[in-house]
């Protein structure tokens, strides 16, 4: 079975700080994919980046920056010179391809980030 | 390019009464369309999800159920709300393009349930 962990319920940081958010993840596939999302106050879940298994290759966006180490299965995501737009709940998932071709993702539970002015 | 409508935007509802949300998804064929349920705590709960026109699977059981009546059209429903139906729910569509797929998520519907 397919699991995520984000341990840090909530950070809180001051503006133009570095942050990162921790995520950890288990499953016996090979193949799966690993997503982060962010939901602001408003409600709905922004997709920001999909990684596959296989390419270990760390990305960057901007202020976004992604570290996926297999190693120890985790994709930690870390946003540089944080601003006030980015507080908001940001969630790790992992989906694995299921019978009748559906992927369904496992989410975390979440990281409540609080950038204060 | 795609987007994804869901309706009413909130809800309040009296405990017992029926309930029917709506999702549509525009520019896309065939998506894969799901409904998931987040209470307070932030956490995801998947509730249902659909692979095509009539076919549902329920990830959880409880009174609520879903339809699938046309393509891009995913609809939530109750016959008697209880107060743990409360929650904002959350639909979402795929396409699973080769081996990938990604979920995008509408704006929410939050339910009160009184």
């Known amino acids: 079975a397919q699991k995520v962990t984000q341990a840090q319920t909530e950070i809180s940081v001051v503006e133009k700080e570095d942050v990162t958010l921790d995520c950890v993840y288990e499953?016996?596939?090979?193949?799966?994919?690993l997503f982060w999302y962010k939901q602001p106050p408003s409600g709905e879940l922004v997709f920001l980046i999909r990684?596959?298994?296989?390419?270990?290759q760390n990305e960057i966006s901007g202020r976004y920056s992604w570290n996926f180490q297999k190693s120890t299965s985790s994709f930690n995501f870390t946003i540089t010179a944080s601003q006030v737009v980015d507080s908001a709940v940001y969630f790790c998932?992992?989906?694995?391809?299921?019978?009748?071709?559906?992927?369904?993702?496992?989410f975390g539970r979440g990281t409540s980030l609080i950038v204060h002015p | 390019s795609q987007t994804i409508h869901q309706w009413p935007a909130t809800l309040v509802q009296p405990v017992g009464s029926p309930l029917s949300l709506e999702c549509t998804v525009e520019?896309?064929?065939?998506?894969?369309l799901y409904w998931y349920r987040q209470a307070a705590g932030r956490g995801l709960q998947l509730l249902f999800y659909s692979v095509g026109i009539g076919q549902i699977s329920s990830e959880v059981p409880q009174n609520l159920s879903a339809s699938r009546p046309q393509d891009r059209q995913f609809i939530l429903s109750s016959k008697k709300l209880l107060l743990s139906d409360s929650g904002f729910y959350l639909c979402?569509?795929?396409?699973?393009?080769?081996?990938?797929?990604?979920?995008?998520f509408g704006p929410g519907t939050r339910l009160t349930v009184l």
């Open positions: 998932a992992l989906s694995e391809a299921r019978a009748g071709g559906s992927y369904i993702p496992t």
């Open positions: 499953t016996r596939d090979t193949t799966y994919y």
């Open positions: 990684r596959n298994s296989f390419d270990e």
């Open positions: 979402a569509w795929s396409v699973v393009a080769g081996s990938t797929d990604t979920q995008y």
């Open positions: 520019g896309t064929s065939n998506p894969n």
